[in-house]
């Protein structure tokens, strides 16, 4: 019998394996929300980590919102690497607003962790 995961368990899996492939993110205390669009609806989640704590509903302490179509975060939650959010946000995919100063961090944590990833694979 093939059991369908909730949307909270599937944002636990993406949160655990983003923070397992970004270990210097694993311990980044951070509130966001988390909206998923799909058919004319959005689903909005309060994601707090670590953890992950997930909760339905409007983040209101949250301080970056990230949005994305439901169908890419299937696909992403499923067997997505960093590398693959950073192609998303970078084609329009995935669009983040709020605190630009959690925004750059995170940022400049994913790109040396990519610049580390790169020098892994060139030797």
Do not use: C, W
């Amino acid at each position: 019998m093939f059991l369908v995961a909730s949307t909270q368990e599937l944002i636990a899996t993406a949160v655990e394996r983003f923070q397992a492939d970004v270990p210097a993110l694993a311990n980044l205390k951070l509130v966001f929300q988390l909206d998923l669009r799909g058919r004319g609806d959005v689903q909005m989640f309060r994601v707090a980590v670590p953890g992950p704590e997930i909760s339905k509903g409007l983040a209101d302490d949250a301080r970056v919102t990230v949005e994305m179509p439901r169908s890419h975060f299937n696909e992403l939650a499923a067997d997505g690497k960093a590398k693959h959010y950073r192609e998303a946000y970078e084609a329009g995919q995935i669009k983040v607003s709020g605190d630009p100063g959690i925004q750059k961090l995170i940022a400049q944590v994913l790109a040396k962790h990519e610049q580390r990833e790169h020098t892994r694979k060139v030797h």
